[in-house]
């Protein structure tokens, strides 16, 4: 894949839209996706974490899509959360905690066709995705991609990780300057 094509889509995990949220940089997904496809459970994360307005308004303008998921792969969600619960990569072990990064992966295996990769941050949950052939990218790394587009600077970039991580995003200085580094 080139990394100067725009992406048709993705689907995505809590976590990199709440970055994008939280550095006001939804910009940059909407530069780099039409569309980006959400487990309906995500929902509830969303709201847990105060953004339900603003992952309302992107739903109502269709960028972002809602999937619900059959019985059987819920069921396969659950089976993959265990395997990031149980990674070496995972510091919870907490099988429910890595359901929503299960079900997205699951959703991202149905939308083949529809979603090039995953936006997932979670280092274990990254880990199990690639181990399943599933493209992944973080929201560092989407940024890094804008970056290379010529759609933010490097100091957007470092300025965006570093807005996260004073919201509470696990962002480390050293990874935040690796990145700027790029």
């Known amino acids: 894949m080139s990394e100067t094509a725009a992406i048709r889509g993705a689907v995505s995990n809590t976590g990199p839209i709440i970055s994008a949220f939280q550095s006001e940089r939804v910009d940059v997904l909407r530069q780099l996706y039409d569309v980006i496809f959400i487990p309906d459970t995500e929902l509830a994360e969303f709201e847990k974490h105060g953004a339900e307005g603003e992952i309302r308004e992107l739903i109502d303008d269709g960028f972002v899509i809602v999937h619900r998921l059959s019985d059987t792969e ?66 560092a790394g989407v940024l890094i991609r804008a970056s290379r587009q010529d759609l933010l600077s490097a100091e957007a970039v470092r300025d965006a990780l570093m807005t996260c991580q004073q919201q509470g995003t696990h962002y480390s200085d050293q990874f935040i300057g690796e990145i700027y580094r790029r």
């Open 74 to 139: 819920k069921q396969t969600a659950r089976e993959m959360a265990e395997a990031i619960a149980s990674s070496s990569l995972s510091k919870d072990k907490e099988a429910a905690h890595h359901y929503p990064e299960a079900e997205a992966m699951v959703l991202m295996s149905r939308l083949e066709a529809d979603a090039q990769e995953i936006l997932l941050d979670e280092l274990a949950a990254r880990s199990i995705a690639q181990e399943h052939g599933i493209a992944v990218i973080g929201f």
